[in-house]
């Protein structure tokens, strides 16, 4: 089980760049496809972990770089494809972010002291991926569902969907960043607090 924990995480990473020449060449519905089966092996593969007690510090490593790895170069994509400043702005601070939270992690490790994630059920780390992960595949679906559109079209559910999809988009992308900035904060006390253990 735990190989195969492994291999969902290692899955992540390969679709992380998978999906750049996806979008690329603009196989829109192979992009919405990919990105969300590599988005649901991120919950599936930390629920098998959790339930057969096989977690292990490779796993946790190839977990975190894929997470890190799928969002944000997708969300980097999608500033390509949509450079406008409600798109661009909550990227550039979460990606930001995720090098903040790198560089106190790996000061920390200078001195051989850890700062692991926090485990809770609902922490504001694991609700920031989450809506960054919501946020992303409504975009890549309300790019998949335009380039499928016909001057034939005249279905109302889907005019609807591309009305709709990206002010849902925008909506997660801006809470994930309040989620992202107060995971932010949380680490910035923890990281303080660990301070003081060092002589």
Known sequence: MKAFVNFLSAFRIVAAFLI??????KWSWVT???????AMSDWFDGFLARKYNCCSKLGGVMDHIGDKLLVCNTL??????????FIVIPVMLM????LYIS???EFLGTQKIEMPVPKARFSMGK?????QMVATVVFLLWFAIGSSITPATDSRVIFFL???????GIFCLWFSLAA???SAVQYTFTFTAKLKKIK
């Open 76 to 85: 980097i994509l999608l500033t390509l494809m949509m450079p406008v400043w």
């Open 32 to 38: 919405v496809i990919l990105y969300a089966l590599a």
């Open 20 to 25: 750049i020449p996806t979008i690329m060449l």
């Open 162 to 168: 591309i009305y709709r999809l990206p002010q849902i």
């Open 103 to 105: 560089g106190l992690r």
């Open 95 to 98: 990606i930001a972010r995720e």
């Open 180 to 182: 992202s900035l107060w």
């Open 127 to 131: 609700i920031k991926t989450a809506s």
